[in-house]
């Protein structure tokens, strides 16, 4: 099973900044990898897919890079609406599909 | 547009079972799969199963193997997933999610269906 690791577990950062998330898997998932986007009392939202690729309706200040083992979610000038936790997926080896732990975006 | 719209909450004693649903619409049911995912509070999300709506072939984890199945009614453009045994540490919120592309990543979701497992 493929284990993945997100930091850092909280992120506090100020409207207009940017943020920047990791992710590592423990082996090579190539660049099958997405990020979801979850706010209190509603379901994952994808983000980005095959690591670089943005979801329909995502905002461009939303950017994905990696492959391999590492990942960065980078988003730029921070909103309000995008206060929330960030999962990573890998879907290169599956059973089981496996998430990271998420990273929490809260304001500074 | 596509939606797809969970089952209500549910309770449930200790060794029971429980079916929950996923009502698909917006898209040609048959063309894409369905995944379940389960996330306690505070809790990383936890991939269940999936099922290939055209075929009804299914994948499960292998933690959930013995306990969970998935089913679909093509008819009803629904699919279905049982949890037999319940525990206590199945109390949680169930996910069902459509494979955006086969490839096994999500979108969209459904709204989420709480299980509460007590005596």
């Known amino acids: 099973e493929i284990v993945m690791a997100q930091s850092p577990a909280t992120l506090s950062v100020s409207p207009g900044e940017k943020a920047t998330l990791s992710c590592r898997a423990s082996?090579?998932?190539?660049?099958?990898l997405a990020w979801y986007q979850q706010k209190p009392g509603q379901a994952p939202r994808l983000v980005i897919y095959?690591?670089?690729t943005r979801a329909a309706g995502i905002p461009a200040r939303f950017s994905g890079s990696g492959s391999g083992t590492d990942f960065t979610l980078t988003i730029n000038s921070l909103q309000s609406e995008d206060f929330a936790i960030y999962y990573c997926?890998?879907?290169?080896?599956?059973?089981?599909?496996?998430f990271g732990p998420g990273t929490k975006i809260d304001l500074k | 547009q596509v939606h797809l719209v969970q089952s209500g909450a549910e309770v449930r004693k200790p060794g029971a079972s429980v079916k929950i649903s996923c009502k698909t619409s917006?898209?040609?049911?048959?063309?894409?799969?369905i995944h379940w995912v389960r996330q306690a509070p505070g809790q990383r999300l936890e991939w269940m199963g999936w099922?290939?709506?055209?075929?009804?072939?299914?994948k499960y984890s292998q933690k959930f193997q013995d306990r969970v199945t998935i089913t679909r009614d093509t008819t009803a453009s629904t699919v279905y997933m049982e949890v037999n045994s319940l525990k206590s540490e199945d109390s949680t919120v169930y996910f069902c999610?459509?494979?955006?592309?086969?490839?096994?990543?999500?979108?969209?979701w459904g709204q989420g269906t709480l299980v509460t497992v007590s005596s």
């Open positions: 997926q890998q879907y290169n080896d599956w059973p089981p599909i496996t």
């Open positions: 082996q090579s998932v190539r660049s099958n």
């Open positions: 099922i290939n709506t055209g075929n009804g072939n299914t």
């Open positions: 095959s690591a670089s």
């Open positions: 917006g898209y040609t049911f048959t063309n894409y799969a």
């Open positions: 999610a459509r494979d955006y592309s086969g490839r096994g990543f999500f979108a969209p």
